[in-house]
């Protein structure tokens, strides 16, 4: 479980994506857990997104805890909850990961 708090923004998103590039060469399954953000751009959702082929192609799962409006609704909107599981919890996510 990779959890995020704060802004990811232009200047975070290099953090997050280097944490994640980490995170995903590592484990099979890796959960990001976005309770805490307070913002999330589009750069942020870049570095998902990466995250995320990185993990297809190294036949990986990554998933998304993204439960309030900030972080769901921009992740929601360009269509990236088509391609990444969206959970509400950490719970739900640990229950359903890997099942799916």
Known sequence: ILAVAGEIDLLTADELSAALEVEVARCALVVVDL???????SSGLAALALAHRAAVEADHELCLVAGNRVTLRPIQITGMADEIPVYASVADAASRAGSA
Do not use: I
């Open 35 to 41: 309770t805490a953000v307070e913002f999330l751009s």
